[in-house]
Structure formats: structure tokens, C-alpha cells
């Protein structure tokens, strides 16, 4: 494991990117999923029926499904696109659930008196309703992002070296699997570790925002 550690990190690098971009995209997937869900009765079944098929589906059959279909509509990308884009998709349809479930703890007066003011429904959404609803979703945001990171050892199997793929490869060279998937099993964990440490300081600025500012 020591002569294979370079390799290992290599892909914890490439799991840690791919999670990243996902993670972004996925954000503001299900950002505008929601917004549009909330602001146009026409758009609202075509988003219910993308969060439904992407919650009553598993992420394997998703990852097939968008790499074999892409090329058929001539979009030649690569297994690292593919997998960004697949884990955005479904990691948006996810984030935009949270949304509308935060969406009902903010009281319809603030709203209304914002549109009294006649702010734009843009200002009213990124000055006063989305500032709220990430303070609400920070926890579950976490969850959600731990699940990414997981999530990505499926990209695998379309070829993207990521941690698990590489595991894979070592293995076929040193057929150590045990001591390969402890040491991948550790540096999950310690990505984990790491992204909810970061979280749980969100959680305190969001929680006490003026006392993060005195400070």
C-alpha cells in the first residue's frame, strides 16, 4: 500500500473533483428546479416528473442510461463529463425536494410585504427567500453531499478512474485486496470527515451570524 499510495490519492483527487463539480451543478439545479416549480404552473409537472424518476430509480441505471443515450443526441463527452453530469442531475432533483420543504417555513408575509415594496420576484428570491431557505438546509445539505462523494465509486463503471476504479487496478497488480479496500475505506472516511467538519462550522455562522461577525 505504501508503493501504491501515490496512485490512491490520485484518485481520492479525481473522487474529490468529480464530487466538487457535481455538487455545484447539482446546487444550482436545484435552485432553478425549484424555482420554476414554484413561479410556473406549466413547468410544475415536468419538475415533478424529474424528481420522481430520479428518486424512484437507482443511480446505476441513471449513470447507463445518460451514457448511452448522450451520443445518441451527438454529445461525444468524456466518462469525467458523463459522471459530473449524472451525479448533478440526480443530486438536483434531491436538493430541489429540500427547497420546496424549506419554502413552507417562511412565512408568507415576508413575501407579501416584499412585493408591496415592489421588489422584482429576482430580488425576492436571492435577497430574501434563498438566504433563509440554505440557513434551513445547511444539515441535510451535508447528508446530501456525504452521499455524493459515496455515490461517485458507481462512475466506476463507466470507466472513470476515481478511487474505487483505481482500488480495482492496484488490486489486479498486487491481489491485495483486503489491505486496497481498507486503505480506499479510509480515505472515504477521511473525505467525509473533513467535508462535515467544514459543514458544521456553516451550521454555527448560519445558526449565529452576528456573533460570526463580532468575532
Known amino acids: 500500500m505504501i508503493a501504491q499510495w501515490d496512485r490512491l490519492l490520485e484518485g481520492a483527487w479525481l473522487t474529490l473533483q468529480i464530487s466538487l463539480f457535481a455538487t455545484i451543478f447539482g446546487t444550482v439545479i436545484g ?3 425549484a424555482v420554476a416549480a414554484r413561479s410556473s404552473a406549466w413547468l410544475r409537472p415536468i419538475i415533478a416528473v424529474y424528481v420522481s424518476f430520479i428518486r424512484g430509480t437507482p443511480l446505476f441505471i441513471q449513470i447507463l442510461v445518460i451514457y448511452f443515450v448522450l451520443p445518441g443526441f451527438g454529445l461525444d463527452l468524456s466518462s469525467f463529463q458523463t459522471g ?6 440526480n443530486s438536483g ?7 420546496r420543504g424549506a419554502l413552507t417555513a417562511i412565512p408568507p408575509g415576508q413575501i407579501e410585504a416584499a412585493e408591496a415594496l415592489a421588489l422584482s420576484p429576482r430580488r425576492i428570491w436571492t435577497r430574501i427567500i434563498l438566504p433563509q431557505v440554505f ?3 445547511v444539515a441535510p445539505l451535508t447528508v446530501e453531499f456525504t452521499a455524493l462523494l459515496k455515490a ?11 478511487l ?6 492496484i488490486i489486479t497488480v498486487t491481489y491485495a485486496p483486503t489491505q486496497t479496500w481498507l486503505a ?3 480515505l472515504y472516511f477521511l473525505m ?6 467544514f459543514t458544521r462550522g456553516l451550521e454555527r455562522i448560519f445558526a449565529n451570524p452576528l456573533e460570526t461577525r463580532r468575532a
Open 152 to 162: 461517485s465509486a458507481l462512475l466506476s463503471i463507466i470507466g472513470v478512474v476515481e
Open 192 to 197: 467525509c470527515f473533513a467535508l462535515g467538519l
Open 31 to 33: 435552485v432553478l428546479a
Open 164 to 169: 474505487t476504479r483505481t482500488a480495482q487496478q
Open 93 to 99: 432533483a434531491y436538493i430541489s425536494e429540500m427547497i
Open 135 to 137: 440557513r434551513l438546509i
Open 184 to 186: 480506499v475505506g479510509a
Open 84 to 89: 459530473v453530469i449524472v451525479l448533478a442531475i
